[in-house]
């Protein structure tokens, strides 16, 4: 069956067709959580708690973006404000005074042999304010726009984040490689 024959009976409360839909996109949704969460229960929580935003708000999916696009947006969202509400030292990012990005295209020397997993765990290592927004850029894929709106932040701080994350995760990268960081 269609995805979006699945949502039109979600929309009538269809029980089935919602384990369906959850059982369709519950793993892809908990990893979602659990990268920004980095704890198996939060992550659960946060998954369920999206799941259960988008069936009562169901009927505001347009269908512009897939519904998988639209639930990511949703359990990320639940996500942060689960970051939030554990009175997690995060710095508004807004408030940090914000330059020009330098548009170069410096090449990052790291060593070939830095994989997947050791991005992303020196991603998991960066001060929260670029941690975010550079998972949601470089692992979840969003634009800056899309980063401002998620974060409420401007673009430009979105850009100059990012830009100043890649730096400090380039530096850690090479740290790990290295052992110096020269």
């Given at each position: 069956?269609?995805?979006?024959?699945?949502?039109?009976?979600?929309?009538?409360?269809?029980?089935?067709?919602?384990?369906?839909?959850?059982?369709?996109y519950?793993?892809?949704?908990?990893?979602?959580?659990?990268?920004?969460?980095?704890?198996?229960?939060?992550?659960?929580?946060?998954?369920?708690?999206?799941?259960?935003?988008?069936?009562?708000?169901?009927?505001?999916?347009?269908?512009?973006?897939?519904?998988?696009?639209?639930?990511?947006?949703?359990?990320?969202n639940?996500?942060?404000?689960?970051?939030?509400?554990?009175?997690?030292?995060?710095?508004?990012?807004?408030?940090?005074?914000?330059?020009?990005?330098?548009?170069?295209?410096?090449?990052?020397n790291?060593?070939?042999?830095?994989?997947?997993?050791?991005?992303?765990?020196?991603?998991?290592?960066?001060?929260?304010?670029?941690?975010?927004?550079?998972?949601?850029?470089?692992?979840?894929?969003?634009?800056?726009?899309?980063?401002?709106?998620?974060?409420?932040?401007?673009?430009?701080?979105?850009?100059?984040?990012v830009?100043?994350?890649?730096?400090?995760?380039?530096?850690?990268?090479?740290k790990?490689?290295?052992?110096?960081?020269?």
């Amino acid at each position: 069956m269609l995805t979006t024959d699945i949502i039109e009976q979600c929309k009538r409360n269809d029980r089935k067709a919602q384990l369906q839909l959850y059982n369709k996109y519950c793993d892809g949704m908990y990893h979602v959580a659990f990268r920004f969460l980095k704890n198996t229960y939060e992550a659960e929580e946060a998954m369920h708690e999206g799941f259960i935003n988008a069936f009562s708000k169901l009927h505001q999916f347009t269908g512009e973006v897939t519904f998988g696009a639209w639930l990511k947006r949703i359990v990320i969202n639940k996500s942060l404000d689960m970051i939030k509400a554990k009175k997690a030292t995060l710095i508004p990012l807004n408030e940090e005074v914000i330059g020009k990005v330098d548009d170069d295209t410096e090449d990052w020397n790291v060593d070939d042999q830095v994989t997947v997993d050791h991005v992303k765990k020196a991603i998991a290592e960066l001060p929260e304010k670029y941690r975010y927004p550079l998972m949601l850029f470089l692992i979840e894929g969003y634009d800056h726009q899309e980063i401002s709106e998620i974060l409420h932040i401007t673009e430009v701080a979105s850009r100059t984040m990012v830009h100043r994350g890649k730096k400090k995760l380039q530096e850690q990268l090479k740290k790990e490689s290295y052992g110096t960081g020269s």
